[in-house]
C-alpha cells in the first residue's frame, strides 16, 4: 500500500509536492522558501522526506525480494528452475 504524503507537521493528507499543509503554512508562517523556514520545521520536513523516500524504496523491494524470484524465473523461462539462490 502507498504511503500517502502527509503534512510534515500536523501530519494530514496532502499533495506530494507540499512539504506543509496550508493551515500550518500560515500558522507558522512557511510560506516562503524552504530555506527561509525556522530549523524545527526543516527538520521535520526532513523527516517526512525521509519516511516518503523509505516507502518508494520498499516498493522497489519488494519487486526484487527472493520470494518474487520464482515468479520472475516463470516469467523469464516459462518454469521455476531447482537453483538455490539462497545457498
Ligand atoms: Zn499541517
Request: proline share 6%.
Given at each position: 500500500m502507498e504511503r500517502a504524503a502527509r503534512?510534515?507537521?500536523?501530519g494530514s493528507r496532502i499533495t506530494?509536492?507540499?512539504?506543509?499543509c496550508a493551515a500550518c503554512e500560515a500558522a507558522y508562517h512557511l510560506?516562503?522558501?524552504?530555506?527561509?523556514?525556522?530549523d524545527w520545521a526543516k527538520a521535520l520536513k526532513a523527516n517526512e522526506q525521509r519516511e516518503r523516500r523509505r516507502a518508494a524504496n520498499w516498493r522497489e523491494y519488494t519487486i526484487v525480494s527472493l520470494d518474487a524470484c520464482p515468479e520472475a524465473e516463470r516469467l523469464a523461462y516459462g518454469d521455476a528452475n531447482d537453483d538455490s539462490l539462497a545457498g
Open positions: 503534512c510534515c507537521i500536523c506530494a509536492r507540499f512539504w506543509a510560506t516562503g522558501l524552504f530555506a527561509a523556514w525556522p
